[in-house]
């Protein structure tokens, strides 16, 4: 599967964005999916996921603000950011897992203004 990430720009702090991972084909049931980001000069870290088997996880540091969700129809995951922070700032990937087999898509930007 390939994944197409997109739905980065710049935001004020307090704003919203939308992400979209558009897959290639199939992935719910099949392929646990992350989202991920990578802050300037820091390790990208886990944001939120869901399993194949439709479980949410999300970073203590987003929990009650971002909201991951999917829709089968159209092979995308989405992820919902409500009251962004600088700190939120960096580049967002989409994940996917299935057994010892993952796909990274491209990153896209979100730069959260103060």
């Known amino acids: 599967v390939q994944l197409q990430a997109s739905g980065g720009g710049l935001v004020q702090a307090g704003g919203s964005l939308r992400l979209s991972c558009a897959a290639s084909?199939?992935?719910?049931?099949?392929?646990?999916i992350g989202w991920y980001r990578q802050a300037p000069g820091k390790q990208r870290e886990l944001v939120a996921g869901?399993?194949?088997?439709?479980?949410?996880n999300y970073a203590d540091s987003v929990k009650g603000r971002f909201t991951i969700s999917g829709d089968n129809a159209k092979n995308t995951v989405y992820l919902q950011m409500n009251s962004l922070k600088p700190e939120d700032t960096g580049v967002y990937y989409c994940?996917?897992?299935?057994?010892?087999?993952?796909?990274w898509g491209q990153g896209t930007l979100v730069t959260v203004s103060s």
């Open positions: 084909g199939s992935i719910f049931s099949i392929y646990d």
């Open positions: 869901i399993t194949s088997g439709g479980i949410r």
């Open positions: 994940n996917s897992k299935h057994g010892p087999f993952q796909t």
